[in-house]
């Protein structure tokens, strides 16, 4: 093979080396064309790196270069202008993007479908059975194909800016997005920038007895190698706990399949790769710790350095359970199971470093808290925290899963150590093994009611493995355990929560955070005491429902907000009644999920408003964009708050001041970042919107409780979002045909964005209930390693979703917002498990339904 490769892009001849190991390589290392993004390389499963290849859409990580050769390849650049353009209106108007990482690649197969079908053959209808090479984890897809039915309407209307709270809008860099110029971490390639590629461990647990690099450091194009000797701060780090290794060195312990034992740095990333495959590792091999409950009964430790394997204890008690259950009318007693799940953001997780001398280090980092990625950084460095700037790149979606350090410190040191700018890039394989993963739990119920169906008592003990590092584990199962009552009245409660340590994946936050396991078991218990109570499924909800004033669970006293969960509830009994006079099987789910972190944290928002002599307004605040919306958010607070024109705002993530508030989590985005960003107009104004002055504002929430605190009455958590949905089934098949989802968000701030959030969630949470597992062998080593054996949904998978948006304002937040992020899942998985009881009279206990307690209807 010659040692060049040749063909167009974009009709332009091009030359490239013939060492690339696929055409998506070639574009983006050699050729810096980085609308195709690398989501999956090379297994063509998400489809983000789609181009035409002689006018036909294919993914170009599937493409060899012997088969690019003399080819005519066209990406998103090479588009013409009106295509671009009316490709991204129509994505824009609708609402069919939130991170952005996939929209690139769906827009080039729309472009592909509609010069083979013509707009007037073309319909979501035909775009849905041939979306099937692209995933998106955001959207649900209901919008992108709203957005193909727009573009073959023909008539596109132009984007609009959101110009005050309530309006629908384009959300922010929504064109750029959509066309693939807003560029992530992967996409920056500055002067003279090495590349990082680590060595991960061959074994979950395992003495580390020597570490070769020799064979690396000797391999073309390598300038460095680091391992854990090389550190000169300190090793662990962590979020809450300092108890995740950043290299596991010699003498050390992996815990795990994602622990760290080395970074190479190479000039190219193949080089880089190459070598780190290179280094020879030394191991004397222990039996792992791959099951929570063994674990929890051995005198052994799990994970190396830590003492036990318990890592925390969660729980409560109110009344008298035992006497309660026992006058109870009716009783049940189940066990219910979830499982371990993979985040699978689009963009796997990247870290660019860059000295600027006089000790300086700039971050480039998709992190959800970056403020919490500088401080690790410098302390593993050991340098003081004001020489290390994070600044944080809008990422392609995270859900939780980029809460933790992925490749963050180790990409900083080499970088520190070399003086030049270090790139590390990790592969979906990588990406599966480091980050944290949603926490299977095993939830043992007792529970009972009167003879009217009134909730009597509940007693409930959860094991949660947590894999073998913190993470934000002990809080997932703390929250798990407040939201066990789930949004209902229960005059006795009995509650414990345990998180162990294991050698399995690290578990930490995911979208629902505990909430939507413990309300899974919640749900089945009240469609198993309504059966007993002969009760039909939404008259159980209606009697139970929580109000304001009542006690809730842990023994809050829930404020005028929760009138939210009875208004979604009714809002869906229209629907549920004509399901059930059709003869369909139905199911109900009714759910809460906090916003914010609560349990006794201080939360601070600042922002600050800035205008400038050019006329435009910077607004600058604290929260990771991750597709959520929280830049759109910001805009239309200020917007609003300072009576101008939304076009003249520039919104920024800061982090040059000290606006650091912790992780983006919780669904406290919309709530925290609009209280910081009014404040800050509210200063401005008072102050005559002077040109060049920065105005600092603060929203803070100081008013929350730990559960471990001595209050009668703790008040938890300053917010609560609540949903109800229905899950519409064939009585006959068991085929889910239609979801319909109320959900109370305080206030939309765009309810066209809250309606994508809430697709998007309905999605993974039909995923969550169905067919998404994470799971592990007996060594503790995951089994599922491409992005298809996740079992995600793809858009055909879909049914339809319904979207209705309830207003109940929440008392002290900023417009009355709750939050949507999370609360669009926690619902899901119970309403699915109602309606499949109504196909097949199964009660069903472990999720994911399709691969534990499958459908058993007639051939």
Known sequence: MSDTTSFSVNGRDVQVHSDHPHLLSALREELGVTSPKDGCSPSGQCGACTVLLDGKAIQSCLVSMEKAAGKAVTTLEGFAEDERDNLAKAFSVTGALQCGFCTPGILVRTKSLFDQKGAAGMSSQVAVGRLGAHLCRCTGYTKILDAIDLLAAGEIPE???????????????????????????????????????????????????????????????????????????????????????????????????????????????????????????????????????????????????????????????????DEALASSAHTIHEVFKTQRVEHAFLEPESTLAVPEGDGKLMVYSGGQGVWDDRNQIASLLNVDPSTVTVELVSNGGAFGGKE??????????????????????????????????????????????????????????????????????????ERAAGHMTGPYVVGSVDVEAIAVRTNNPVCGAFRGFGANQAQFAMEGVIDRLADAAGLDGWEMRDRNVINPGVVWGPGQIMDDGCRGAKECLDAVKPAFDQARAEGKAVGLGLALKNSGLGNGF???????????????????????????????????????????????????????????????????????????????????????????????????????????????????????????????ADKETGAIEKVVAAHDVGRAVNPMLAEGQIEGAVHMGLGYALTEEFPTDENARPTNWTLRSLGILRA???????????????????????????????????????????????????????IHQPLEVAK
């Open 159 to 321: 984007p609009e800016t959101p110009q005050k709270i309530g309006d629908n809008g384009a959300k922010y860099e929504a064109f750029d997005l959509a066309l693939g110029d807003r560029g992530y971490i992967d996409d920056l390639q500055p002067e003279g920038m090495l590349h990082g590629a680590l060595h991960l461990a061959d074994h979950a647990r395992a003495d580390i007895i020597r570490i070769d690099t020799s064979a690396a450091e000797a391999a073309a194009g390598v300038v460095a190698v680091f391992t854990g000797a090389d550190v000169p701060g300190e090793l662990r780090v962590g979020i809450i706990h300092t108890d995740w290794p950043v290299f596991i060195p010699e003498g050390g312990r992996t815990s795990y399949y994602g622990d760290v034992l080395a970074i190479v740095v190479a000039e190219t990333k193949a080089q880089a790769r190459a070598a780190a495959e290179l280094i020879v590792v030394d191991y004397d091999v222990l039996p792992p710790f791959a099951d929570a409950k063994t674990a929890l009964a051995s005198d052994e430790d799990a994970v190396w350095g830590l003492d036990g394997n318990v890592l925390s204890v969660s729980k409560y008690q109110r009344g008298d359970v």
């Open 602 to 728: 201080l939360e601070i928002s600042r922002a600050v408003v800035r205008f400038e002599e050019d006329g435009t307004v910077e607004v600058r605040h604290c929260w990771t964009e991750m597709g959520q919306g929280v830049h759109t958010v910001a805009l239309q607070v200020a917007a609003e708050e300072l009576r101008i024109d939304a076009d003249r705002i520039k919104v920024i993530v800061d982090t040059s001041r000290e606006l650091g508030a912790g992780q983006t989590t919780g669904s406290r985005g919309t709530l925290m970042a609009a209280g910081g960003v009014a404040d800050a107009c509210r200063v401005a104004n008072e102050n005559d919107q002077k040109p060049g002055v920065d105005y600092y504002g603060e929203y803070r929430v100081d008013w929350t409780n730990a559960l471990e605190d001595e209050v009668e009455n703790p008040i938890l958590h300053s917010a609560f979002g609540y949903a109800c949905q229905l899950v519409i």
């Open 404 to 477: 933790d350090m992925a490749n963050q410190g180790q990409t900083a040191l080499a970088a520190h150590l070399l003086q030049r700018p270090v790139k590390c890039t990790l592969s979906r394989e990588e990406s599966f093994r480091i980050h944290a993963k949603r926490h299977p739990i095993e939830i043992e119920v007792w529970a009972g009611c009167d003879a009217d169906g009134k909730l009597t008592a509940l007693r409930s003990r959860m094991i949660g493995d947590s894999g073998p590092y913190a993470s934000v584990g002990m809080k997932v199962l």
């Open 796 to 850: 055909k998978d879909m049914p339809e979703v319904e979207t209705i948006l309830v207003e109940v304002p929440q008392p002290r937040a900023p417009y009355g917002v709750k939050g949507v992020g999370e609360i669009g899942l926690v619902p899901t998985a119970g309403a699915v498990a109602g309606a499949f009881f109504e196909v097949d009279g199964k009660r069903r206990t472990q999720v994911p339904f399709n």
